[in-house]
């Protein structure tokens, strides 16, 4: 882990590197061009956008445009409105066309609405010429036109971050690119594995509730159904105690006179079924007692889990705090390195540059030596060659002289 810390710590600065914008600067002046390029075709679209809103509200821009700006703007509006119902009507008459003269009609239309196009074009830059040349007013109308909720501010907005991303690629190299490519790949699968651990997690959490959550419910349907159950039994007793009284009552009624014995003896049952009633009744209460306290204790056991839970999640995020901290420290020693990598760098820049203009400097030198050492050699031979032709030259006179006498006498 150790090693691996160094290795991690450089392809962080680098791709901290890459994904910083104050990084992303036009290195060439290809890349100056078509950044500038790009810049234009922005304004221009932005200018372009404006025009159908100026046109709507001419007369309250006319005072600010001057009359060739409104002249070419009423003129663009015309084209618009010739393009427009030429369109609508090509439309209409092709859906109605069925011979050949339809045909031919609509080629002629179709002639004409070409011609209307390139007019329109032609408008369209005279328009944006006569603004670009006017930066003031672009940067007026800009503020007083501009619609932020319009498809073209959408349209625009993408073409900026195409910008963005040609300036980014193309002050990309290969290197650069494919360490970028590979601290994404980190990234990615980093993103992959806390995403695992954190899937996990939730479905043991998932889990633990649901049981939880069916234990609870199960528990529930418990004591409904036993709280049903007595309701019913009391119902069921009261129902049977008032059906006894009426019964004995309208006996009593009817053979008041005759049953005395009879009614001490359903007198006597009557208080039966009331100790019955009793009994059951503190039956009942028992037992709905020990459920409550059974109750009680689901739910200490519930109170006990979800401590538990907060514990453990409270352990996590402390852990997850002190990861982060981490994290900010060793981004912190990170910025700090690569400011010193910076320096460092400028650093050895200059003594290149410095080693270079020294090499040059002894390599002109060299040069200019072997020169002159050359030159000096060629002149002393030069000059030794002079001085032997001199030192013959008398010598060689003298036996021209001799020959010459010697054929004369000969003669």
């Known amino acids: ?71 070419n703007l009423i003129e663009h509006q015309k084209l618009s409105c010739e393009m427009e119902r030429l369109l609508s009507g090509s439309g209409e008459e092709l859906e109605g066309s069925s011979n050949e003269s339809s045909l031919v009609r609509a080629e002629e239309q179709r002639g004409c609405l070409r011609l209307l196009e390139q007019r329109l074009k032609c408008s369209v830059r005279n328009t944006l010429r006569l603004f670009l040349a006017n930066p003031p007013l672009c940067q007026a109308l800009k503020y007083k036109v501009w619609a932020p909720e319009s498809p073209a501010e959408v349209f625009i907005k993408a073409f900026g971050e195409f910008r963005n991303f040609m300036l980014e690629r193309l002050l990309t190299g290969p290197m650069e690119e494919e360490e970028k490519i590979r601290f994404m790949e980190d990234i990615s699968l980093q993103i992959k594995k806390n995403t695992e651990a954190i899937t996990a997690l939730q479905a043991e959490l998932a889990a633990a509730t649901r049981t939880r959550e069916e234990e609870v419910h199960k528990k529930d349907n418990v004591i409904e159904d036993l709280k049903t159950t007595m309701r019913d039994l009391t119902k069921d007793c009261e129902a049977g105690i008032q059906h006894i ?159 010459g006498k010697g054929k004369k006498t000969k003669k």
């Not at 392809?11 to 100056?32: C, F, G, Q, V």
């Open 1 to 71: 882990k150790d090693m691996a810390a160094p290795e991690k710590a450089t392809i962080t600065s680098n791709a901290t590197k890459m994904l910083d914008p104050r990084w992303l600067k036009p290195d060439s002046i290809e890349t100056e061009r078509i950044i500038a390029v790009l810049d234009e075709m922005i304004a221009k679209l932005e200018l372009s956008s404006l025009i159908p809103r100026i046109i709507n509200s001419l007369d309250r821009f006319a005072d600010m445009l001057g009359p060739e700006i409104t002249n």
């Open 245 to 403: 009284k009426q019964e004995g009552e309208k006996q009593q009624k009817e053979e008041l006179q005759a049953s005395q014995t009879r009614c001490a003896r359903l007198q006597q049952d009557v208080e039966q079924l009331g100790a019955q009633l009793s009994a059951l009744v503190l039956e009942h209460r028992a037992s709905e007692l020990a459920l409550r306290k059974r109750k009680c204790r689901m739910e200490m056991e519930i109170v006990n889990w979800i401590q538990k839970y907060d514990t453990h999640m409270g352990e996590k995020q402390a852990e997850y705090e002190e990861v982060h901290a981490a994290y900010t420290e060793e981004k912190a020693q990170l910025s700090l390195l690569m400011e010193k990598h910076a320096v460092l760098l400028q650093e050895y820049s200059q003594i290149e540059d410095e080693r270079r203009i020294h090499q040059e400097k002894k390599e002109q030198a060299l040069k200019e030596f072997n020169t002159m050492t050359l030159a000096a050699t060629r002149i002393q031979a030069f000059w030794r060659g002079y001085l032997v032709r001199a030192l013959f030259k008398p010598k060689r006179k003298k036996n021209k002289k001799k020959k």
